[in-house]
């Protein structure tokens, strides 16, 4: 079996920032792309971030030049700094990894709410 759980997540003002962490446990043999993911109230999951196994990254357009993704292979975790935060970005973030040999694992998610 496969954990992943994030920490990080809380109340933060519009402008501040916050780091949200994710780590993952249990039968890995490797992990290939690790990512960020958010799910506002009412709203579909949608992509923030992504890091391959190499480190190319990839992010969406909305949080461009504001947040950034990397990862410890080493530790199995991935990260994500979010800077000049909007209380658009208010959603519950969830961690997601592709287990090599195995699939598609995602974290229980963590609140992240940003007030105006």
């Known amino acids: 079996q496969v954990q992943l759980v994030e920490s990080g997540g809380g109340l933060v003002q519009a402008g501040g920032s916050l780091r949200l962490s994710c780590i993952a446990s249990?039968?890995?043999?490797?992990?290939?792309?690790m990512g960020w993911y958010r799910q506002a109230p009412g709203k579909q999951r949608e992509l923030v971030a992504t890091i391959a196994n190499g480190g190319s990254t990839n992010y969406a357009d909305s949080v461009k030049g504001r947040f950034t993704i990397s990862r410890d292979n080493a530790k199995n975790t991935v990260y994500l700094q979010m800077n000049s935060l909007k209380p658009e970005d208010t959603a519950i973030y969830y961690c997601n990894a592709i287990i090599k040999f195995v699939g598609p694992y995602w974290g229980q998610g963590t609140q992240v709410t940003v007030s105006s």
């Open positions: 249990g039968s890995i043999f490797s992990i290939n792309a």
